[in-house]
């Protein structure tokens, strides 16, 4: 499509859906997948089944078609203008930087968020968290081995970091189907985080994994039955 016709269907938008749009998907949080974010309390956050960036259901442009991803980005871009605003004037603080990288984390636009949080960990490689996000994000984007890679970085500076623990299992398991290596994820987990709030949950996937333990690893996973 022409640039001029996309940014014609955009303008379309009143800036009371733009907001409507950014605050749904923030209220939206992780609902990528399983993963939680670096500092995120697994009490807090809700399973869904999508990983995709997709548009939230029943959010409409003016003329009753989903938005497209570019529409997507605009709506966010807007909302985040202050904050990207002040990074113009200060571009290597850390604080800033972290705060963008979630804002597009929280609003799916995956690559900008790991845009800005590559920058943060230029400025400071072992903060876990957000090397933990940013796994994330690469996993949200169907990339499991840039995410496995990112997630042992993270471990390397926090070894028992629980939710990047949590996050590797994931990916490890849905990702790569290695089974063992997803378990021995979780069981480290609990072992190193006995009082880890999402314990149950951990315990009932290393069940449920266990059910494709005959799957060669590598192997892409199928859904569970429910």
């Given at each position: 499509?022409?640039?001029?016709?996309?940014?014609?269907?955009?303008?379309?938008?009143?800036?009371?859906?733009?907001?409507?749009?950014?605050?749904?998907?923030?209220?939206?949080?992780?609902?990528?997948?399983?993963?939680?974010?670096?500092?995120?309390?697994?009490?807090?956050?809700?399973?869904?089944?999508?990983v995709s960036a997709a548009a939230?259901?029943?959010?409409?442009?003016?003329?009753?078609?989903?938005?497209?991803?570019?529409?997507?980005?605009?709506?966010?871009?807007?909302?985040?203008?202050?904050?990207?605003?002040?990074?113009?004037?200060?571009?290597?603080?850390?604080?800033?930087?972290?705060?963008?990288?979630?804002?597009?984390?929280?609003?799916?636009?995956?690559?900008?968020?790991?845009?800005?949080?590559?920058?943060?960990?230029?400025?400071?490689?072992?903060?876990?968290?957000?090397?933990?996000?940013?796994?994330?994000?690469?996993?949200?984007?169907?990339?499991?081995?840039?995410?496995?890679?990112?997630?042992?970085?993270?471990?390397?500076?926090?070894?028992?970091?629980?939710?990047?623990?949590?996050?590797?299992?994931?990916?490890?398991?849905?990702?790569?189907?290695?089974?063992?290596?997803?378990?021995?994820?979780?069981?480290?987990?609990?072992?190193?985080?006995?009082?880890?709030?999402?314990?149950?949950?951990?315990?009932?996937?290393?069940?449920?994994?266990?059910?494709?333990?005959?799957?060669?690893?590598?192997?892409?996973?199928?859904?569970?039955?429910?």
């Amino acid at each position: 499509m022409p640039e001029t016709e996309k940014a014609s269907t955009t303008e379309t938008w009143s800036s009371v859906q733009a907001y409507t749009l950014a605050v749904i998907c923030l209220l939206l949080g992780v609902a990528g997948g399983w993963l939680f974010r670096g500092s995120q309390s697994p009490a807090t956050a809700a399973p869904a089944e999508t990983v995709s960036a997709a548009a939230p259901a029943g959010m409409k442009s003016a003329n009753g078609t989903q938005p497209t991803p570019e529409q997507m980005k605009k709506m966010a871009d807007m909302q985040a203008a202050p904050l990207l605003e002040k990074l113009k004037g200060d571009p290597n603080n850390l604080e800033l930087l972290v705060s963008a990288g979630n804002f597009y984390y929280d609003t799916q636009i995956y690559p900008t968020a790991i845009e800005y949080y590559q920058r943060a960990l230029q400025i400071k490689p072992a903060d876990a968290a957000v090397r933990t996000d940013m796994a994330t994000a690469y996993w949200y984007l169907g990339n499991a081995d840039t995410a496995i890679d990112e997630f042992n970085k993270a471990l390397s500076y926090e070894p028992n970091k629980a939710n990047t623990l949590f996050n590797l299992g994931i990916v490890e398991w849905q990702g790569k189907m290695d089974i063992d290596g997803a378990v021995a994820v979780w069981q480290k987990l609990l072992k190193t985080n006995p009082n880890y709030e999402g314990k149950d949950k951990v315990e009932q996937m290393i069940a449920q994994a266990r059910k494709h333990a005959g799957v060669k690893p590598g192997t892409p996973a199928q859904p569970l039955a429910q």
